[in-house]
């Protein structure tokens, strides 16, 4: 499938993979309120070569057990959701501080540090909020700790990761690379047709991911609280302790804030991008390691609490080495870890098997993912049904009641 199929379609996962990787630069992502990120092609440059078609996670990814990027699991223990694991643990950043900022336990911010002071990686791909466009978030290059530190906190918008290959074919060093599963599905289409990408992103850390949103969830939140979205200057989703809080700071200089239960409700997730609705990776099977919050009322009250997985030797090593001056870890069991990521799980499972069979009922393009069980129960379909109904209604609802 082309990319502009994959757009028309509604499959895009705005990853930017194809916009990091043309070898004409014939293609930009662009922000829009609207959509988010999508990709434009300047059609004087491109040379129809094809290469962005073959990066393109959009219409699927192979999970099958032979798929190429499997082999660096190597005989990895293997569980449908939970994918390949080396190690399971639950942990925090041992500094206090990166602990108390970071979106769970600080885990990535302090892994990440720890690759860039032990020389694994010259600098680290993550994300930031854009101080020009309020409510977009960007790729961003970080080459010191303290850098590395200003990316912390998830970022619930929609944002084209996968856009920083460019800078990383230009700039020879070895990169880090920290995104949601779709960013390292494109990543790893990427590496598989070049060696020089391979070389220089020898590490990826996965962020687990349910769903993430379009901008216009942003507004909506906002105006629940009152703030104008044009009065924004810089918009945090995840401020400090755990579970953390939305923080919208504006023109006139004022902080507002809103607790991360009162803003993440139904008439935030009815502006989740379409594509999520069709994603089955929460857990980033093909990154050398995935982390999120551990969601286990044994850790409630605590500063933060992350969901740590080894999948790759790569991945091991870097964190044997970080522990414990950077990362304080306790072993996890596979089904408690599982458990930690239910509400999670019935989104990636249940419900997207139902969605997915509305979208084929409906002649509508869906993504393929060999190797993955996806085959809806009646109660698959009646989730499917439900979740499409509760979407709809509270878009309605939220665009008659927050415009
Ligand atoms: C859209 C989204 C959905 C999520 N869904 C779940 C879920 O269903 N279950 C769950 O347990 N956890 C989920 N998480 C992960 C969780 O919110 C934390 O990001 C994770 O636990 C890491 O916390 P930390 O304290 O270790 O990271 P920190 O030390 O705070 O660092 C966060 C890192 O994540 C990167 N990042 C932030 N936002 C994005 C983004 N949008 N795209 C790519 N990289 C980003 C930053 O560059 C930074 O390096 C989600 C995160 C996001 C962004
Ligand atoms: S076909 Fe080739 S030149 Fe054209 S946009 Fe895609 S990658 Fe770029
Ligand atoms: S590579 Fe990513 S951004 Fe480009 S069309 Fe495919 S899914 Fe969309
Ligand atoms: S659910 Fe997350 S990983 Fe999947 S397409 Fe959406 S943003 Fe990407």
Request: with cysteine.
């Amino acid at each position: 499938m082309t990319i502009e199929h994959v757009v028309r379609d509604g499959l895009c996962t705005q990853c930017g993979t194809c916009a990091g990787v043309c070898p004409q630069d014939a293609l930009r992502m662009r922000w829009t309120l609207r959509d988010g990120w999508l990709p434009e092609i300047d059609h004087a440059r491109c040379t129809d070569c094809g290469v962005c078609d073959e990066v393109c996670p959009g219409d699927g990814f192979d999970y099958g057990s032979g798929a190429w990027w499997r082999e660096r699991n190597g005989d990895a223990p293997f569980r449908d959701f939970l994918g390949p694991y080396r190690g399971l643990w639950y942990g925090w950043a041992s500094d206090p501080d990166t602990r108390f900022a970071g979106a769970s336990g600080g885990i990535a911010t302090a892994l990440l540090q720890g690759a860039l002071e032990q020389g694994d990686v010259d600098a680290v791909i993550g994300v930031r909020m854009s101080r020009a466009t309020p409510l977009a978030a960007e790729p961003a290059i970080a080459r010191s700790t303290a850098e590395v530190a200003a990316l912390r906190g998830s970022k619930y918008s929609m944002v084209a990761v996968g856009e920083a290959l460019r800078e990383v074919r230009a700039s020879p060093g070895r990169y880090a690379f920290v995104g949601l599963p779709c960013h390292i599905q494109g990543l790893r289409l990427a590496q598989r047709r070049s060696q020089v990408l391979r070389e220089r992103v020898p590490l990826t850390v996965g962020v687990f991911c349910g769903f993430n949103m379009l901008p216009r969830a942003t507004c909506v939140a906002a105006r629940r609280i009152g703030v104008d979205p044009a009065e924004l200057t810089l918009v945090g989703y995840r401020g400090p302790d755990w579970p953390g809080e939305l923080r919208l700071h504006t023109r006139s200089g004022a902080l507002h804030t809103a607790s991360f239960a009162d803003y993440y409700d139904h008439y935030v997730a009815a502006w989740i991008q379409p594509r999520c609705r069709t994603c089955a990776d929460a857990l980033v099977e093909p990154a050398d390691i995935a982390l999120g919050d551990t969601w286990l009322e044994r850790f409630y009250g605590s500063p933060g609490v992350s969901d740590l997985i080894a999948r790759t030797s790569v991945g091991y090593d870097l964190i044997e080495r970080l522990a414990p001056a950077r990362l304080t870890l306790m072993e996890a069991s596979p089904e408690e870890m599982v458990a930690s990521q239910s509400a999670t799980y019935r989104v990636k499972r249940p419900v997207l098997r139902g969605r997915t069979w509305l979208r084929r009922l409906g002649g509508r393009a869906v993504p393929e993912f060999p190797g993955l069980q996806l085959a809806p129960s009646t109660s698959d379909k009646l989730a499917g049904i439900r979740d499409l109904l509760t979407e709809t209604a509270y878009r309605r609802l939220g665009e008659f009641r927050h415009g």
